[in-house]
């Protein structure tokens, strides 16, 4: 008797139409996501908050309300939402540009403020959507659109660690950086995630998790090359782990 | 001995449900999908073990079930 061991999850759309490019990791990510809010039973008082960058089209996939907030105030759309209906469960999936950079302000101040949300940011070290610019997150010596001969930290500064400065803030009750560049990666990816989804259920606090994503298309690498580059430079960098776990705790 | 499921029209030709299973049991199709792309395909479907490796690494949800 055959037994079904793994299926689309209901949290995305049945006519979903995935709109990243091929091998791009932005994918695994909107999955995993999908499938903590299908174990958690939550799909049906769920409301996420789009963005703008790659992530703006989660509207085609996610299965649930879905916000689209302008560049950069995601967090301050998802305090919004979940300060008028504190029963909902409100989720932001956003990319490092919109998160870190131009709504670095709004990120900072909703989790100081200890909003019980949870803030799922992409970074790939680029600005995807728009064709590939250095981005706060982009690596020295990194060739972009923006950065021809390499970023220089005298220029342009060094790539900002979200993590490592969210978990300061107060108001975070999960911090943690992940990647998903193997199956095991993408199982731990997906515990840590599910944590984030509890810190907010649990009234915590702010649930956020950094994603080490590929970007294949702007980094001209095939998918296979852009999972090496997360293994090997962006994760000395950017060291993935769980920074922060007052879930944990809370037990 | 298990069995997929695959959407061959969502198919991107990452390539990397590939490199993720363990019995080597996707190669490409030499057909092209309705995207452009030389989709996966169980070229030896029956080696299959049913572990979902595939299913998990596919960005694309184009395999969308797997059986064991």
Known sequence: MEQLV????????????????????????????????????????TIGIASVGCSVFSYDFFNVDIVEAPHGRSMAAATGVKRSKPDKIVFTYQGDGDLASIGLAETIHAMTRGEKVTAICINNTTYGMTGGQAGPTTLIGQVTTTTTSGRKAELSGYPLKISEILKEVDGTAYVARVTLDSPAAIMNAKKCIKKAFEAQIKGLGTGFIEILSTCPTNWKMTPQEAHARVRGEMSEVFKPGVYKDKVSEAL | MGRIVLNRDRCKACYLCVDACPKKVLGADNQVNALGYYPVKADKPEECIGCAMCARVCPDIAIEKVYK
Do not use: M, N, Q
């Open chain 1, 6 to 45: 793994y299926k689309k999850p209901d949290s995305i759309k049945d006519d979903f139409k995935i709109s990243f490019c091929p091998g791009c990791d932005h994918g695994t990510a909107v999955k995993l996501v999908a499938e903590v809010l299908d174990e958690l039973g939550v799909r049906e008082k």
